[in-house]
């Protein structure tokens, strides 16, 4: 199996390629998704709400570090869903497990988020 031409690309080359690539992936979910347009508006209150909140470094980190990984996973499961997509639109039980494990991920981020917070503000 041929490999991608892109990997080929070394040095400043790849880096600069690696960037574009991550603006076009921000820019096209944010466009398509409407789940992490949700997310990113909460991570846009609650961010800052971490970094005002009286606690320790490593608490901000945790707060602020839960949140951004509920983005990070809803990123990863929109992906999933593309690439499910792209192969056939048809009901399949397998894209359908696919799909729903990507959700259950999504929801686990968020609970992570909740039990974070509260394990940091009343710990």
């Known amino acids: 199996m ?4 892109f990997k080929g690309k070394t040095g400043l080359r790849r880096l600069l390629n690696a960037v574009g690539y991550s ?3 921000f820019q096209s979910a944010l466009r398509h998704e409407e789940a992490f347009r949700q997310e990113v508006l909460l991570a846009a209150v609650l961010i800052p ?12 980190a945790l707060m602020v570090t839960s949140v951004l990984l509920v983005l990070i996973v809803e990123l990863l499961n929109s992906a999933i869903e593309a690439a499910v997509d792209r192969i056939s ?13 990507g959700s259950a991920a999504v929801l686990l981020s968020l609970a992570n988020v909740a039990v974070v917070w509260a394990l940091v503000l009343l710990g």
């Open 2 to 5: 041929e490999e991608s031409p």
């Open 23 to 25: 603006i076009k992936g």
């Open 49 to 60: 709400i971490a970094l005002w909140t009286p606690v320790s470094g490593l608490g901000h």
């Open 89 to 101: 639109l048809e009901n399949h039980r397998l894209a359908k497990r696919a799909k729903d494990i």
